[in-house]
């Protein structure tokens, strides 16, 4: 059964440094998602990405983060200057479409601490 | 604007019976999806079920069923058959067409299930 897929499964940085998290979305999803969940509360959404732009960011998703789909597979997104807040894990999903009934099927996370 | 709310932090329930975790919901989208995702220990978000807002019939998945009711804005996952691997966080999900949300999840905070044996 196909899958998302994230790499690394978890990644240790320095305050200030910069940070890639990468994913592997379903081959014919159209949709792509990032959300964080800081330890011990609730997912929380950052950016839905459709047909190689942003179709919505919340207000996590400020300047600081980027996502990029570099070729046909892979679903970047970085932090350019890591704060000790952005410990958290991150959750990559995707989605065929965009309809109300779709299902986000997410990836195993990338646990993201920031020193 | 869409707020999900699951009022049990912890559940208890003993293997093999069933159990029902809460989910309400608001939102003011007439066309809208309800999720719930199992997250274990491990750290993966499961999809487990799904009820959308035109559905007449509440939604079943295996040992999973949803209690749709919509005029009380509910959705609460009903479990039967506990198994001591059903022990994980579980989360309510809702996704709305409009009100500037193009499709992402808002999530509840979740309700931590401990199957005991």
């Known amino acids: 059964e196909p899958e998302v897929t994230q790499t690394p499964s978890h990644q240790v940085t320095q305050m200030g440094q910069e940070v890639i998290l990468r994913c592997v979305p379903i081959?014919?999803?159209?949709?792509f998602y990032w959300y964080r969940q800081i330890l011990g509360q609730k997912v929380e959404f950052l950016v839905s990405?459709?047909?190689?732009?942003?179709?919505?960011k919340s207000e996590i998703f400020d300047d600081q983060f980027s996502v990029e789909r570099p070729d046909g597979s892979n679903f970047t997104l970085k932090i350019r200057s890591t704060k000790l807040e952005d410990s958290a894990m991150y959750f990559c999903?995707?989605?065929?479409?965009?309809?109300?009934?779709?299902?986000?099927?997410f990836g195993p996370g990338t646990r993201l601490t920031v020193l | 604007a869409q707020k999900i709310t699951q009022t049990q932090p912890g559940m208890f329930v003993q293997e093999k019976e069933a159990v029902t975790l809460d989910c309400t919901y608001d939102?003011?989208?007439?066309?809208?999806?309800l999720f719930w995702y199992k997250q274990p220990s491990s750290g993966e978000m499961i999809f487990l079920i799904y009820?959308?807002?035109?559905?007449?019939q509440n939604a079943t998945e295996g040992r999973y069923s949803l209690n749709f009711q919509k005029a009380r804005k509910s959705a609460n996952l009903v479990i039967s058959a506990s198994q001591l691997g059903d022990s994980a966080m579980y989360f309510c999900a809702m996704r709305g067409r409009y009100g500037g949300s193009q499709g992402n999840l808002i999530f509840g905070k979740g309700t931590k299930l401990s199957v005991k044996p």
């Open positions: 939102t003011s989208d007439q066309s809208y999806g």
């Open positions: 990405f459709y047909n190689n732009e942003i179709s919505e």
């Open positions: 009820q959308g807002s035109y559905d007449e």
């Open positions: 081959s014919n999803h159209l949709y």
């Open positions: 999903a995707s989605s065929p479409r965009g309809l109300v009934s779709d299902t986000q099927y």
